[in-house]
T-cell receptor, first 114, second 118 residues
Framework: AQSVTQLGSHVSVSEGALVLLRCNYS??????LFWYVQYPNQGLQLLLK??????LVKGINGFEAEFKKSETSFHLTKPSAHMSDAAEYFC????????????FGSGTRLLVRP | DTGVSQNPRHKITKRGQNVTFRCDPI?????LYWYRQTLGQGPEFLTY????????KSRLLSDRFSAERPKGSFSTLEIQRTEQGDSAMYLC????????????????FGPGTRLTVL
């Protein structure tokens, strides 16, 4: 069965510092992987998606993620945090059947200190 | 393209009452998904439609829950005899099937309906 683990329910960084949010997946076949961001009381906004093309995926707002099959990881990074990046981030894997339903991790709340 | 919309955004109800939520997907998206998100957790899949056909239901979807998508456009999610455990954010997402690795399989989410059962 596919699953997603996000290490660290809370991550705190200073403004301008590197952002690293960790995601590990479990899948018997190469998966589709996603990062979504959720601002308070809002729905989820797609940041980026991996679909077995380039292993380094660039997304919106300066975020990128690298697919590492050997580590079963898909960590999200941003070189320089901005106050507006404070939000909840979810990693998800798509079920590799006809449904393509998403299986989410439990999320990581990013706090950005001034 | 105005995005996925959901109504109402917030619903407060008393235990035992019935509630209905509506989701309007992105036009021309043939797939529509419902997820439930409880506090501090990631969303969990409830059910999905391809056009008007409901193709899968999670075991989370008890028989008090029913979803429809008449004519393959908007969808409704009804909860009968609400319980306090039903309090959650209900999220709707839509996508366009394209087969294989394609942007058309990306799910776009609405703002959600937050349900509070007193």
């Amino acid at each position: 069965a596919q699953s997603v683990t996000q290490l660290g329910s809370h991550v705190s960084v200073s403004e301008g510092a590197l952002v690293l949010l960790r995601c590990n997946y479990s899948s018997s076949v190469p998966p589709y992987l996603f990062w979504y961001v959720q601002y308070p009381n809002q729905g989820l906004q797609l940041l980026l998606k991996y679909t077995s093309a380039a292993t380094l995926v660039k997304g919106i707002n300066g975020f990128e993620a690298e697919f590492k099959k050997s580590e079963t990881s898909f960590h999200l990074t941003k070189p320089s945090a901005h106050m507006s990046d404070a939000a909840e981030y979810f990693c998800a894997v798509s079920r590799m059947d006809s449904s393509y339903k998403l299986i989410f991790g439990s999320g990581t709340r990013l706090l950005v200190r001034p | 393209d105005t995005g996925v919309s959901q109504n109402p955004r917030h619903k407060i109800t008393k235990r035992g009452q019935n509630v209905t939520f509506r989701c309007d997907p992105i036009s021309e998206h043939n797939r529509l998904y419902w997820y439930r998100q409880t506090l501090g957790q990631g969303p969990e899949f409830l059910t999905y439609f391809q056009n008007e056909a409901q193709l899968e239901k999670s075991r989370l979807l008890s028989d008090r829950f029913s979803a429809e998508r008449p004519k393959g456009s908007f969808s409704t999610l009804e909860i009968q005899r609400t319980e306090q455990g039903d309090s959650a954010m209900y999220l709707c997402a839509s996508s366009r099937t394209g087969g294989g690795a394609s942007l058309t399989d990306t799910q776009y989410f609405g703002p959600g309906t937050r349900l509070t059962v007193l």
